[in-house]
């Protein structure tokens, strides 16, 4: 049966799926290995393939029409028109689409309608299973054969031992078992049981540092499995960090893997609202020297386990930025509000740190001080576009 468009459900976050369609396309790729395999991968339920290999049908078809049509032309003294064939069509139409498609979610069966709570929020425990599960999913689609070797019967690569080796370097932890991660011999337990909180958490940390896309697969016919090569150490490190903050963001763990900033490929800590929104926005702050300023107070603020001084350091650095950008924030602010937000940074023990500055506040405080100035920097922001705009 025919393939509908309409059936076709991204799972991927469309800006990652475009900007990996794009660098395909870039690179001159146009075939199933290559394309073929990115649809495979974003799409759901292999539907988006499968639509891609019916178009494969028309080729021959549409080939010798344009043959015929090339013939004509030169006839007629015409120039013949560039043959693109109907694959290639299609999966410039479907990247076009992106944000058009709906996003794949899990259905809701009749139990769950019936019952419907709050879902329920994932244990570290719980965490720990499911990020195992995707890892290996990861680790059988070739993520990790550009740094462990491939898993090819063909090749005389370790990747399990040279997998131990570099995670048990990165994570200091050479009595450890990380890698693979199968099943223990035993059957009754898994690799995640014996892993501490603490290092579980910095294994996702350091598989960000091994991770690569493969942008091309190919079918080894005599050992029935695919083989992988084309590396993308960027493109690779997009999807790990958005499926296990996906996984993150249904757990109690209050942590994601940081896109971007200084700290990209980190684990921060993140509020769970619009917050986190503001803050990726100020990262992106116009000004070379404002933006070093933001990211090392980012950096500062969300780092894991960041304290009290860290997070001192991080208001300090945001009040430099809307320090130099007061004669700015004098011509569009209220007197009374510009003013204070330079008396709260004087006037405590902030900045100076001068005989008689109050010093007896707590983290509430620097969490609300913190917002107030990256808020204060995104208007600011907003208000140099403008000008910048009207020029």
Request: hydrophobic share 35%; proline share 5%.
């Given at each position: 049966?025919?393939?509908?468009?309409?059936?076709?459900?991204?799972?991927?976050?469309?800006?990652?799926?475009?900007?990996?369609?794009?660098?395909?396309?870039?690179?001159?790729?146009?075939?199933?290995?290559?394309?073929g395999w990115l649809l495979d991968e974003a799409f759901h339920g292999g539907r988006a393939l499968q639509l891609y290999r019916e178009y494969a049908q028309w080729e021959r078809a549409t080939q010798m029409a344009a043959v015929a049509g090339a013939v004509t032309a030169i006839g007629t003294g015409d120039r013949p028109a560039p043959y693109v064939s109907p694959q290639a069509q299609l999966f410039d139409a479907i990247v076009r689409a992106a944000e058009d498609f709906p996003r794949w979610e899990r259905k809701r069966l009749y139990s769950e309608r019936r019952n419907p709570s709050a879902p329920r929020r994932w244990s570290m425990a719980d965490l720990?299973?499911?990020?195992?599960?995707?890892?290996?999913?990861?680790?059988?689609?070739?993520?990790?054969?550009?740094?462990?070797?491939?898993?090819?019967?063909?090749?005389?690569?370790?990747?399990?031992?040279?997998?131990?080796?570099?995670?048990?370097?990165?994570?200091?932890?050479?009595?450890e078992r990380l890698w693979p991660l199968s099943y223990a011999a035993d059957g009754l337990s898994s690799i995640e049981d014996e892993w501490g909180d603490e290092l579980f958490l910095d294994l996702i940390e350091a598989l960000h540092d091994q991770v690569a896309r493969p942008r091309r697969r190919y079918w080894?016919?005599?050992?029935?499995?695919?083989?992988?090569?084309?590396?993308?150490?960027?493109?690779?490190?997009?999807?790990?960090?958005?499926?296990?903050?996906?996984?993150?963001?249904?757990?109690?763990?209050?942590?994601?893997?940081?896109?971007?900033?200084?700290?990209?490929?980190?684990l921060v800590q993140v509020t769970g609202d619009p917050r986190?929104?503001?803050?990726?926005?100020?990262?992106?702050?116009?000004?070379?020297?404002?933006r070093s300023e933001v990211q090392h107070a980012v950096t500062l603020y969300r780092a894991r386990g960041a304290t009290r001084e860290d997070k001192r350091s991080a208001v300090v650095a945001l009040a430099r930025v809307l320090e130099h950008r007061r004669p700015l924030l004098k011509d569009t602010l209220p007197r009374k509000d510009e003013g204070a937000l330079f008396q709260i940074a004087n006037e405590f023990d902030l900045r100076h740190r001068r005989p008689g500055q109050r010093g007896d506040y707590g983290e509430a405080f620097l969490d609300w001080l913190f917002w107030w100035y990256l808020a204060t920097i995104d208007l600011t922001n907003r208000l140099l576009d403008e000008q910048n705009g009207s020029r």
């Open positions: 049966m025919p393939v509908e468009w309409n059936e076709l459900r991204l799972m991927w976050p469309p800006e990652l799926f475009r900007r990996e369609a794009e660098a395909l396309l870039q690179s001159g790729a146009q075939d199933e290995e290559t394309v720990k299973v499911v990020v195992v599960r995707a890892l290996r999913d990861m680790d059988g689609t070739g993520y990790f054969e550009d740094a462990f070797g491939s898993r090819c019967p063909d090749r005389w690569d370790n990747p399990d031992a040279r997998g131990q080796q570099l995670l048990g370097d990165a994570v200091d932890q050479h009595d080894h016919g005599f050992h029935a499995e695919h083989d992988y090569d084309t590396f993308s150490r960027s493109a690779g490190q997009a999807v790990y960090r958005w499926r296990i903050n996906e996984l993150l963001a249904r757990s109690e763990v209050n942590l994601r893997l940081a896109g971007s900033g200084p700290d990209a490929g980190y986190d929104e503001l803050l990726e926005q100020a990262l992106t702050t116009p000004d070379a020297t404002d």
